[in-house]
């Protein structure tokens, strides 16, 4: 199977079929449920299908993406879902963007990374010179950083842009909404956030640091 393409459809169209329940044909109370499932077969095909090492990757992705967006949407507040609660699709949709960022990073040379993100600068210029994004520079920040220091510098980047096109869809259709104002801060999201995928580069550094200390292994490091 070609993952890729399975995880690019299992999001495109789950996200709509949730939002929509079906374009109507279900009812609202419903309409999550054709996702949770069929995420969770795809989630547990794969899990089934390959060896040890994804199986720590994936089980560890749910166990770090699961708390982590509970705190964001229920305590933090920084976004709130259509429902309210975390549809439960989410976790197993956590794992199937980080295997799609990690296979699109294999897709360019390392020296790309970091031009790769050039083109969030102006726009993140923008959102702090309106005040329309003033917590951008901040994630920015973060994604260089990771970039520049973490052990997989092209999953960062990618993740960085594959993040941004999943929230672009699912605002879009509302099937989350970002907080205009960061609760504790004092500081102003668009909704998205424009480098949103910082907080997935942080859940992928700590999937690395897990996977590599459970494997007795150093964290992975991409050198081409």
């Avoid at 929509?20 to 069929?38: F, K």
């Avoid at 992705?61 to 549809?87: C, G, H, K, N």
């Amino acid at each position: 199977m070609n993952r890729s393409l399975w995880y690019v459809g299992t999001i495109a169209v789950g996200l709509w079929i949730s939002a929509t329940a079906l374009g109507g044909l279900l009812p609202d109370s419903l309409a999550e449920w054709p996702v949770n499932i069929w995420c969770w077969a795809l989630f547990g095909r794969i899990y089934a299908s390959t060896g040890r090492k994804e199986r720590i990757e994936m089980l560890t992705v749910v166990a770090i993406a699961t708390p982590m967006e509970l705190f964001f949407s229920e305590v933090w507040l920084v976004y709130e879902y259509q429902r309210d609660l975390m549809p439960l699709f989410v976790p197993a949709g956590h794992y199937f963007l980080f295997d799609f960022g990690r296979r699109a990073a294999l897709r360019f040379k390392i020296s790309w990374a970091m031009p790769l993100l050039l083109p969030f600068v102006p726009m993140v210029l923008y959102g702090l010179w309106t005040g329309g994004d003033t917590s951008g520079i901040f994630l920015l920040l973060l994604v260089l950083a990771f970039t520049q220091w973490g052990p997989q510098p092209r999953l960062y980047a990618a993740m960085a842009w594959a993040a941004l096109a999943m929230e672009l869809l699912g605002t879009y259709l509302q099937n989350w909404t970002w907080a205009n104002e960061v609760p504790w801060t004092g500081l102003t999201a668009w909704n998205p956030p424009l480098l949103v995928g910082a907080f997935y580069c942080l859940g992928d550094v700590l999937v690395n640091l897990t996977v590599a200390k459970f494997e007795g292994e150093p964290p992975t490091v991409v050198t081409t």
